[in-house]
């Protein structure tokens, strides 16, 4: 079987973070479920400029919203995919996919079914006293990415430009990757039209 080593490097990583989908009961909305067909076609563009090659790697978790639409983008694109989560994956989809409703279930499993899911209690242990799950997740993504060189990394994040609803979102991930890339795509989903 070969190695990592033995594979062709990527011409480029594109690591990926984004707001999930709004629960039907969010009292203020971040991204709702009407500006996901934009989203998508937002994602869709952003690979396009970044000049995806074949054997180019994506990089997300696998939440409802963001992460599904990019990966789903990736996939189109005929990239390798690898999806992080930062939980084993039934409670995963409990607090990331399931509470949307819709077929985001179904979608989850028709990106892992393309990528190599990466379970982080599997991977990195349990999680250590004191630390936030989300916030790790990041930081093992952001080194993932980095495998090949901070050159290679590409980073899309699809935003509304505020503090999360809690540790470890998507705003966390835009501060640490730019201390990696200058290649820092913002989709800001105020802009969105849905």
Same mark, same amino acid.
């Given at each position: 079987? *070969? +190695?990592?080593?033995?594979? $062709?490097?990527? /011409?480029?990583?594109?690591?990926?973070?984004?707001?999930?989908?709004?629960?039907?009961?969010? #009292?203020?909305?971040?991204?709702?479920?009407?500006?996901?067909?934009?989203?998508?076609?937002?994602?869709?563009?952003?690979?396009?400029?970044?000049?995806? +090659?074949?054997?180019?790697?994506?990089?997300?978790?696998?939440?409802?919203?963001?992460?599904?639409?990019?990966?789903?983008?990736?996939?189109?694109q005929g990239m390798e995919l690898e999806i992080y989560i930062p939980f084993d994956e039934p #409670?995963?989809? +409990? /607090?990331?996919?399931?509470?949307?409703?819709?077929?985001?279930? #179904? $979608?989850?499993?028709?990106? #892992?079914?393309?990528?190599?899911?990466?379970?982080?209690?599997?991977?990195?242990? *349990?999680? *250590?006293?004191?630390? /936030?799950?989300?916030?790790? !997740? /990041?930081?093992?993504?952001?080194?993932?990415?980095?495998?090949?060189?901070? @050159?290679?990394? %590409?980073?899309?994040?699809?935003? !509304?430009? @505020?503090?999360?609803?809690?540790?470890?979102?998507?705003?966390?991930?835009? @501060?640490? %990757?730019?201390?990696? +890339?200058? $290649?820092?795509?913002?989709?800001d989903t105020r802009q969105l039209q849905g």
């Amino acid at each position: 079987m *070969p +190695t990592e080593q033995d594979v $062709r490097p990527p /011409n480029t990583v594109v690591l990926f973070s984004g707001h999930m989908i709004d629960a039907p009961d969010r #009292k203020t909305p971040r991204f709702p479920p009407a500006k996901a067909s934009a989203a998508a076609a937002a994602i869709a563009d952003v690979l396009a400029k970044i000049g995806i +090659t074949e054997g180019d790697i994506a990089i997300c978790g696998g939440a409802c919203g963001g992460d599904l639409l990019f990966a789903e983008a990736a996939l189109a694109q005929g990239m390798e995919l690898e999806i992080y989560i930062p939980f084993d994956e039934p #409670k995963f989809l +409990t /607090n990331s996919v399931d509470f949307a409703g819709g077929d985001w279930h #179904k $979608r989850y499993l028709a990106a #892992k079914s393309q990528a190599t899911l990466y379970v982080m209690p599997e991977e990195q242990g *349990p999680l *250590p006293a004191g630390e /936030n799950a989300y916030e790790r !997740n /990041n930081q093992w993504m952001l080194e993932r990415a980095a495998r090949f060189g901070d @050159e290679k990394i %590409a980073f899309v994040c699809l935003w !509304n430009g @505020e503090g999360g609803d809690g540790p470890g979102g998507a705003k966390h991930l835009i @501060e640490e %990757a730019q201390r990696k +890339t200058t $290649r820092v795509y913002w989709l800001d989903t105020r802009q969105l039209q849905g």
